[in-house]
């Protein structure tokens, strides 16, 4: 039951019924939208369609509000009032609201799941850090926030699959096996220069220790070049496990590993090239292929493949996106960090010169992340002296409240993240607000149990006369409607938002209206009441990876 869409097709009734009365000229409208005002005063739902539909009627605003008054029939409507220059105010009975709860409580635990807007495909690739090290901060906004979304997008009916985009060739796989090398001799008493471009962090020396510790001197018995291509394969399959070990720890889990290392074993990149040069998007220039990208909005040709016939990372990345859309995806969406912005234009000419369309590709940016304790920035890891990994973040703060406080910012915001109140145990800490709410409802819960007080199946709810048990289920209401603009708009963040207003006017609910010891009919009905938040508050918290204890 969606009272929104009730009053817009009853807004829609009245105005065919004034067209048919001559009262109104015909003409194409625009859509009904109905917004909640920002004061009670005003009414339940506002529109400002009148006004909208001024031009193509070629009439006054307020005629119109009046013609749409003076036809409108809709059993949930008290009063409307006509404001300003056209501003329609519905007053609602307080049937609605209570058909409302009903209809929350027959949804339950589905109560948020919609229907598929649409019968795309949609990929979403988060997080793809290289596999040479642990992942840090960065990488952990990236995760909660793509998960969250994808959580988000499959609530509001969409299909959709998530990818992790393994780094697995190119320099940056050299350099780690060269760098495992490096610390793997120096424990055997050897003297070698470290890589210039090598991976310095504690893992590294932790991973030579233990290819030490399992096959001792063996490797010092081959050549360099079979020692490196060892160590690379070794390193790799042990970084890719920390990977995936520290990304379940935080709730996000994929349904797709991809290896770039495939598209180069199945000569993807070459006939991603020649796919281009046939079709006039690639062309050869001091003997090097570039990709025409200025022909679709990017500021300049890029190099795909350099003179000596080696690939650019852009190669590998078009190769990538053409099998991406091989797979059958008709929409892909890409998180990633803000230093890649300016590779945004590339990447969108490269998939309209295979042939696709450039909104079919996505790309969102996320901002920085910086860490505060006390009041003060936090740089480096207490531990390693490096940048903070995402399994310190989590030892520190928890799982529920790093993703939390990652996901609760709209990702177009730089993040400060404050360490001190993520782990305060108050109502000042928005995830221990929330989190709060839900171990309140289980406690009430757990007591009525405990009373011998069943959970009533059903009851006369038209007991709860209380502003705040209103608002409260006015507030449930809305939440279809926010999952549906939230996963339309890739805004995971509105629901963090939600989640802490709707606790907040439970926490208010609570504290002025008694359950156990009030009049039976009043007490089945707060239980219901109590029961529906609990469901929304359980959905909301799903979605965001975030967990919902029940006590605290």
Known sequence: MNIKTVLASSIKGALTKAMEAGTI?????????????????????ATNFAMQSARALHMNPRQIAQAIVANLDCAYVAKTEIAGPGFINFYLKNDWVYDLLQHILAQGDCYGNLNAPSQEKIQIEFVSANPTGPLHVGHGRGAAVGSALANLMQAAGYNVEREYYINDAGNQMNNLA?????????????EVEFPEN?????????????????????????????????????????????LKEDLAAF?????????????????????????????????????????????????????????????????????YHRNKFERGYDRVINLWGADHHGYIARMKAAVTALGYKPEQLEVLILQMVNLFRDGQVVKMSKRTGQSVTLNELIEEVGTDAARYFFIMRSIDSQLDFDLTLAKEHSSDNPVYYVQYAHARICSILKQMAEEGIAIPTQAQLDVLKEEVELDLIKKMGEYPDLIAASARERAPH???????????LFHSFYNQCRILGV?????????????????VLEH?????????????
């Open 25 to 45: 000229k015909e003409g194409t409208l625009p859509e009904v939208i109905l917004e909640v005002p920002p004061q009670k005063e005003f009414g339940d739902f």
């Open 178 to 190: 060269a760098s495992v090398n490096a610390r793997y001799l120096a424990l055997f008493g050897q």
């Open 198 to 242: 090598g991976y310095h962090g504690e893992d590294i020396i932790d991973t030579a220790k233990r290819i030490q510790k399992r096959y001792g001197d063996k490797f010092l018995k081959l050549s360099e070049a079979e020692r490196l291509e060892q160590f690379r394969s070794i390193a790799l399959q042990e970084k890719l496990a920390a």
């Open 251 to 319: 709730n996000v889990e994929f349904d797709v590993w991809f290896s770039e290392q495939t598209l180069h074993d199945a000569n993807k990149i070459k006939e991603a090239c020649d796919y281009l040069l046939q079709n006039g998007n690639m062309y050869e220039k001091d003997g090097a292929l570039w990709l025409k990208s200025t022909a679709y909005g990017d500021d300049k040709d890029r190099v795909v493949i350099r003179d000596n016939g080696v690939p650019t990372y852009l190669a590998a990345d078009i190769a």
């Open 494 to 504: 509105r629901i963090a938002h939600y989640v802490y207003e709707l606790a907040g």
């Open 519 to 535: 009049e039976r009919g009043q007490q089945e009905a707060r239980l219901l009441l109590v029961l529906a938040v609990k469901h």
């Open 540 to 552: 909301a918290l799903k979605i965001l990876g975030v967990s919902a204890p029940e006590h605290m």
